[in-house]
């Protein structure tokens, strides 16, 4: 018991020295997935927030209702819209960034239909660079978005 303490007065230690963000300051709100028909990938939509003092970066995502859960990012070019991957995103302390349609989002590739069904729950996991991890469950809603 004593040494499992001192090891995490240690993690702590190094994990405050390392400049990174706890987990405990990280929020999430308003977080939904958009289902689609025909296993098409389901675009998560939330609110990131830090109300630490040091940066939060968002790493990756998994969903047990996701064969894989991607960072995305929407971009306009030459009035086309189309996506790229990302490979983290920097929330700054007291800060939020927005994921939303257009924009930043989670994408769900090869939903479970069982699982990604509007009105039910599916649970996601966040992951940052500092090796902390956020668990949090987003509502799912149907094509538009209700
Ligand atoms: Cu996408």
């Known amino acids: 018991m004593h040494l499992l303490r001192s090891i995490s007065a240690a ?4 994990l405050a020295g390392s400049g990174a963000a706890h987990a405990a300051d990280v929020v999430i709100t308003n977080a939904w997935f ?9 675009g998560g939509y939330f609110v990131l927030g830090n109300t630490g003092t040091r940066a939060a970066t968002l790493s990756s995502a998994s969903s047990p209702a996701c064969a894989q859960l991607m960072l995305h990012r929407s971009i306009e070019t030459g009035g086309m819209s189309r996506m ?6 920097r929330i700054l302390p007291h800060h939020h960034v927005v994921f ?7 994408m769900c590739m090869h ?5 990604m069904k ?3 729950r599916v649970a996601v996991t966040l992951d940052f660079t500092d090796g902390t991890k956020t668990a ?3 509502i799912v809603r149907n094509a538009l978005g209700q």
């Open 111 to 115: 939903p479970d239909p069982l699982k």
């Open 136 to 138: 949090t469950s987003f």
């Open 34 to 42: 958009r289902a689609l028909p025909a296993g098409l990938p389901a």
């Open 100 to 106: 939303r349609p257009g924009g930043d989002h989670l």
């Open 11 to 14: 993690l702590l230690i190094t």
């Open 118 to 120: 509007p009105g039910s």
């Open 84 to 89: 790229m991957m990302v490979r983290t995103i």
